[in-house]
């Protein structure tokens, strides 16, 4: 007997009232399931199954009026599946073939006893339980068959082969493959070559049996082609049957069979993707960045936000935004929601307050609204922490107009390239710069934004780059009004979600090459500054380039004149001269004006907006806005316009290179002046030095040579003291006009420089000069640069006096017209000494007088020294005038000489007091080669 305890109702239709009765009690005694009821015809047994549950009849065959098997039939036109037993006691072959046929659920005669009541109650069980069993089984399968035909996918069951053969289709087969489930069962149509996607069916074969070796189900993502040809991404579930439609169980074995379920995972995907790209987006910020989902949860966050919070940006997502919620605190009403419900595009501020993990902070944030075809996608934020810079904001108010602009307008341009070269995502930054919507940017060639780049090139680049590989370089973007401007970009190939994609993050550089391109205008332009011969060709140089180069019509220079004390215009561009009547000029009296300031000051001068500057020179200027800039002891340079607040920061800088440039052209240019003065001076000077020359050596030598021949006429006729007396007067004579011409030729300019090596120029000299009294004491190694002749005249005249002035030796063994500080000429030879071998060297013998020659301690020059009795402090002024001399027989030239060598290479010669107490002289200004 069955253990299920639920009752079965029994209609027992009999028309023997107490049989019914005893089969009633016979069979509740039996089971207490049972229950039964009973009926004495059919027709009473009909009303009684119209208003009550009955599980099973049964019926005797032999009644009154109608037979068991009439009755059955009645049953079986309402109640098809009821049990139905025909309990009688008149059996026949007859009868129960007529009872099968017309749906009899069991046949059963009566008997003697009671266990043909323990018989009943069993087949009575057995037909009941079957009724119940199928009917649990259809309604089972009316479930999965309403279960199947909503679900969102595919069921199926199909052969393990990489055809995949399907034997049985159901659910949405047309809506998601665009094939009835006829067609895939008939094999019209075969799921492995005409719908599952050709770059996908290895990868799924391999999966799918890696899982089934294993004995477990397995999970696939996958892409199909559509009947009309579109590309849909499905999510499968499925595993391994046997023959009896079971599992296969876990023991790894081969499988026939596959039974699963396939769902169109296309949007999930495509939202996967999406983002991805948000994902990569928001990474790529060098800001904190976040994209938060209607309630204020973060649902992407980049590491600039997880560090600044202190986590990692997984155990942000899904967390509520602290940020959202200090910017409803802070304000009326609620302007996040707002936001989300499409209310408000975008959200901008600061707030101050207490973040997790990282503490106080002034945070500067843009939240705007994201859409995705039309619809709410979540809220971009943008946020940095600009506490440090509001600390200094609060020291510098002033500054704090200009920072908030800069912060408002830093969002860089970002685009994503698909590998053809086409954009498949811009940011709103972008969208804005080149004035176009963002679906009017979607699926636009890169080719027809960056005027620079071709497609072929664009293609092989892209190509050629690595996943993590990034690319730096410059282009041009066109607006959509054809507009164009530089950009740097910065380009790096991503994988977003198993698709290849460029992303581009870019910036404006159009006032870094307005600056590049101005400062190349600017060295262009030196050359022509570098040739101007003179100030005036400087000016208009100046004016042209400002025109040419800066873009600035309105300018013109004014010069100083040579007391520095007036600015007066040079030259103005035509812009400048159809402004005004006539150029003004500027000095530090009466009314002040920008232009003095400046050049009083050297400091450049802008002015935003003339009106409203008191020190304007003309209250009435046509001019709105202008720089002034100063040209050093030169003058100043004036740049104007009619437009206020027309320079900016770009103009202030080319400014202060370009008055550079200029003031250095015009020193150029004014040495050159001077330059070409002194060269005309020397010219002047040198003429007179040459008639002076012709002068002494005709009108005076002459003269005297008649004398001395007249002289040597009278001692061949007579004999006199006196004519003694008249040579040496011819003598000191023929001194006096050596001097005077080598006065007149060293005054000349000097022609010939070249390094020369000084020891071995005053050895040269000292053998000219030297005595046995004096010695000579060389304490350098230098070259200077100097013309070599004359300066072996200076040190030969410089020896000659320091030997003269501190010699001890007869003057009747010296010429007559040795230098005594003032004479020129050389003391008589003596024997050639042996130099010290110590050093500094030395030439000549151990004697009262050394000389020595030597570099200056700081290097500007040298000097000739000796140990004599010295210059007094008083004449030291006057040595090097033309003529004195402390000796009777000196000429007076020999230093004067020495100053206009030294002159004549640009030095200066001075004397004083050597260390040894006698005379030194220090000729400074000398280049060396040390």
């Not at 050639?832 to 151990?846: F, K, L, V």
């Amino acid at each position: 007997m069955s253990a299920t305890p639920t009752t079965i109702r029994v209609l027992h239709v009999d028309d023997d009232p107490d049989l019914s009765a005893l089969v009633a009690s016979a069979l509740e005694r039996e089971d207490d399931r049972f229950e039964v009821v009973t009926a004495t015809n059919p027709d009473e047994g009909l009303e009684r199954l119209a208003g009550e549950r009955v599980d099973c009849v049964v019926s005797d065959y032999d009644m009154p009026g109608t037979n068991g098997i009439e009755f059955l039939e009645r049953v079986r036109a309402d109640r098809p599946d009821l049990p139905f037993i025909l309990y009688t006691g008149k059996g026949s072959e007859e009868v129960a073939s007529d009872a099968v046929s017309a749906g009899v659920t069991d046949y059963l005669q009566k008997g003697t006893g009671t266990d043909q009541y323990a018989l009943l109650a069993n087949r009575i069980d057995n037909a009941v339980s079957a009724a119940r069993s199928r009917r649990a089984l259809e309604e089972r399968n009316r479930r999965l068959e309403t279960l199947i035909s909503n679900l969102p996918g595919i069921v199926y069951r199909c052969e393990n082969d990489p055809g995949w053969p399907m034997e049985f289709v159901a659910g949405e087969c047309a809506a998601i493959t665009g094939y009835d489930a006829a067609a895939l069962e008939s094999g019209e149509v075969n799921w492995g070559e005409d719908v599952l996607h050709p770059d996908d069916r290895e990868r799924m074969w391999e999966t799918v049996q890696s899982a089934l070796s294993d004995g477990g189900p397995f999970e696939v993502t996958y892409r199909i082609r559509t009947a009309d040809g579109d590309v849909r991404w499905m999510w499968e579930r499925g595993r391994a049957i046997g023959d009896d439609g079971g599992g296969t169980g876990g023991d790894g074995g081969s499988a026939d069979r596959i039974e699963g379920f396939i769902t169109d995972v296309t949007e999930r995907r495509e939202r996967e993707q999406t983002l991805e790209r948000y994902r990569s987006m928001v990474d790529a910020m060098p800001h904190s960045a976040c994209i938060y989902d209607a309630d204020g949860r973060f649902a992407v966050v980049n590491d600039h936000l997880a560090d600044f919070l202190g986590t990692t940006p997984a155990n942000l997502e899904g967390a509520k935004s602290s940020l959202v919620e200090e910017i409803r605190a802070g304000a009326d009403g609620d302007p996040f929601r707002a936001l989300v419900d499409g209310e408000r595009e975008e959200l901008r501020g600061e707030v101050e307050a207490r973040f997790p993990e990282y503490g106080r902070a002034v945070v500067d944030y843009r939240l705007a609204r994201l859409e995705i075809g039309g619809e709410f996608d979540g809220v971009v934020a943008v946020a940095r922490d600009v506490t440090e810079r509001r600390e200094r904001e609060r020291e510098l108010a002033a500054t704090s107009a200009r920072l908030e602009a800069l912060v408002g307008n830093s969002p860089d341009m970002i685009h994503v390239l698909d590998p053809d070269g086409r954009i498949v995502d811009a940011n709103p930054r972008l969208c804005d710069a080149l004035n176009r919507g963002e679906d009017d940017l979607l699926g636009t060639p890169v080719w027809e934004v960056d005027e620079t780049v071709d497609p072929d090139v664009v293609r092989s680049l892209l190509d050629g780059m690595a996943v993590g590989e990034s690319r730096k370089f410059d282009g041009r973007y066109r607006r959509a009004d054809g507009s164009t401007f530089p950009v740097e970009i910065n380009l790096v190939r991503v994988d977003l979600g198993g698709a290849d994609r460029y992303l581009a993050i870019s910036r404006d550089i159009t006032e870094r090459k307005r600056r590049e391109d101005a400062l190349a205008g600017l060295t262009d332009a030196t050359e022509g500054f570098m040739d101007a011969p003179d100030p005036g060709t400087v000016a208009e140089h100046a004016v042209e380039t400002a025109r040419s180069v800066l873009g600035r019509d309105v300018n013109g220079v004014w010069l100083a004149d040579d007391a520095g004390e007036r600015l007066r215009p040079v030259v103005q561009t035509e812009a400048a001269d159809a402004l005004f009547d006539e150029m003004p000029t500027f000095d530090g009296e009466g009314e002040g004006s920008l232009a003095w300031e400046a050049f009083e000051t050297g400091d450049l001068v802008v002015c935003g907006d003339l009106a409203d500057e008191p020190e304007r020179y003309n209250p009435d200027t046509p001019l709105s806005s202008e720089i002034v800039l100063p040209l050093g002891e030169y003058g100043v340079a004036v740049v104007g316009s009619t437009d206020p607040a027309d320079f900016d920061e770009v103009d202030v800088s080319l400014a202060h290179v370009f008055a550079s440039t200029v003031e250095a052209a015009l020193d150029r240019a004014a040495r050159e002046d001077e330059s070409r003065r002194h060269r005309r001076e020397l010219e002047r000077q040198n003429e007179r030095l040459d008639e002076f020359a012709s002068i002494v050596s005709h009108d005076l030598r002459n003269p005297l040579q008649v004398a001395t021949a007249r002289l040597d006429f009278v001692r061949e006729e007579c004999d006199s003291d006196h004519l003694d007396a008249v040579e040496r007067a011819h003598d000191r004579m023929e001194a006096l006009i050596e001097d005077l011409l080598t006065l007149g030729r060293e005054g000349k300019a000097v022609l010939d420089i070249e390094p020369v090596d000084l020891d071995a120029a005053a050895r040269s000299c000292w053998r000219s000069v030297r005595t046995p009294e004096a010695t000579l004491a060389v304490e350098t190694d230098a070259a200077v640069r100097a013309d070599r002749s004359r300066l072996q005249q200076l040190l030969e005249n410089l020896l000659a006096n320091a030997v003269e002035h501190s010699s001890t030796s007869p003057r009747s063994h010296a010429r007559e017209d040795t230098v005594k500080h003032g004479s020129t000429t050389a003391q008589p030879q003596a024997r050639e000494d042996s130099p010290d071998p110590g050093d500094p060297a030395t030439d000549g013998s151990t004697g009262a007088v050394t000389v020595r020659v030597g570099r200056l301690d700081d290097g500007s020059g040298f000097f000739v020294a000796d140990d004599g009795p010295g210059i007094d402090e008083a004449d030291r002024d006057r040595v090097f005038s033309s003529g004195y001399s402390t000796a009777a027989e000196g000429t007076g030239f020999g230093l004067s000489i020495v100053e206009q060598i030294a002159e004549a290479h640009g030095w200066s010669v001075g004397v004083v007091e050597s260390e040894a107490g006698g005379a030194r002289f220090e000729i400074r200004g000398v280049e060396t080669d040390a």
